[in-house]
């Protein structure tokens, strides 16, 4: 009994002390995450307060395992959601849950896609977290790459769209090095271009929205939504 009050005590002393990380972390950035300042919110000295964090990185860990852990989630569920839908769809599904989740908290979106914490190193399993996303897209990407391949049988291949500056060797290396992660996390085998242009694709969106969320665009006279909009078509379409 007195060993389970204890450790609920630790879990809310944990989940507190991350509610006002996340107050640092959206109104100073991360750079003004501090442990000495959160203890003192919570009427506690520094130094008890590493008994529940030993460092500031860990309790930033903390804070990116689980808001790597909402986008899994997000990821999943907009999979599930759409399983009977076609690819196009799915696509469009998948980014605009992406884009509301990076809008609703965009501390969080930053502290993932954002610049990198100096000196910070993610814990393996963060990593694994994180290609759950990547994973799902992946999914949903290859059902639209397979659908488009099927309206463009005839015409310019579809199979073979390259990056820019990748070609010889580099591009043979570039699809072993996709195939290898695709294969680690169980996608199967698929043709070369879809892992590569999935890849792509997520890059890109998550260009558009890291500028948004950052509000690079906030004098440029436009809305964010229609260019994010024009982006998912384009991507839909294999432009």
């Given at each position: 009994?007195?060993?389970?009050?204890?450790?609920?005590?630790?879990?809310e002393?944990?989940?507190?002390?991350?509610?006002?990380?996340?107050?640092?972390?959206?109104?100073?950035?991360?750079?003004?995450?501090?442990?000495?300042?959160?203890?003192k919110?919570?009427?506690?000295?520094?130094?008890?307060?590493?008994?529940?964090?030993?460092?500031?990185?860990?309790?930033?860990?903390?804070?990116?395992?689980?808001?790597?852990?909402?986008v899994?989630?997000?990821?999943?569920?907009?999979?599930?959601?759409t399983?009977?839908?076609?690819?196009?769809?799915?696509?469009?599904?998948?980014?605009?849950?992406?884009?509301?989740?990076?809008?609703?908290?965009?501390?969080?979106?930053?502290?993932?896609?954002?610049?990198?914490?100096?000196?910070?190193?993610?814990?393996?399993?963060t990593?694994?977290?994180?290609?759950?996303?990547?994973?799902?897209?992946?999914?949903?990407?290859?059902?639209?790459?397979?659908?488009?391949?099927?309206?463009?049988?005839?015409?310019?291949?579809?199979?073979?769209?390259?990056?820019?500056?990748?070609?010889?060797?580099?591009?043979?290396?570039?699809?072993?090095?996709?195939?290898?992660?695709?294969?680690?996390?169980?996608?199967?085998?698929?043709?070369?271009?879809?892992?590569l242009?999935?890849?792509?694709?997520?890059?890109?969106?998550?260009?558009?929205?890291?500028?948004?969320?950052?509000?690079?665009?906030?004098?440029?006279?436009?809305?964010?939504?229609?260019?994010?909009?024009?982006?998912?078509?384009?991507?839909?379409?294999?432009?």
């Amino acid at each position: 009994m007195v060993q389970a009050r204890r450790e609920r005590y630790r879990a809310e002393t944990r989940e507190e002390a991350k509610r006002i990380a996340l107050e640092q972390l959206a109104a100073l950035g991360v750079e003004g995450v501090s442990v000495n300042a959160i203890a003192k919110r919570m009427g506690i000295t520094g130094p008890a307060l590493y008994r529940y964090f030993s460092s500031r990185e860990e309790l930033l860990t903390d804070l990116i395992r689980d808001a790597y852990a909402d986008v899994a989630a997000l990821a999943d569920a907009a999979v599930a959601a759409t399983a009977e839908l076609g690819g196009a769809a799915r696509f469009r599904h998948f980014a605009g849950e992406l884009r509301k989740w990076a809008l609703a908290q965009p501390h969080r979106y930053l502290l993932l896609y954002g610049t990198p914490v100096p000196g910070y190193r993610a814990p393996e399993d963060t990593v694994v977290t994180a290609h759950r996303a990547m994973s799902a897209f992946l999914l949903v990407f290859r059902q639209v790459h397979g659908e488009r391949s099927v309206k463009n049988v005839g015409s310019a291949t579809v199979d073979r769209v390259r990056a820019d500056g990748v070609s010889g060797a580099g591009e043979a290396e570039l699809d072993v090095q996709l195939a290898s992660w695709v294969a680690a996390r169980g996608g199967g085998e698929m043709p070369p271009s879809v892992p590569l242009t999935a890849l792509r694709a997520w890059t890109r969106l998550h260009g558009v929205l890291s500028l948004e969320v950052s509000g690079q665009f906030g004098l440029m006279g436009f809305d964010p939504a229609l260019l994010y909009g024009a982006e998912v078509e384009s991507l839909v379409s294999g432009g």
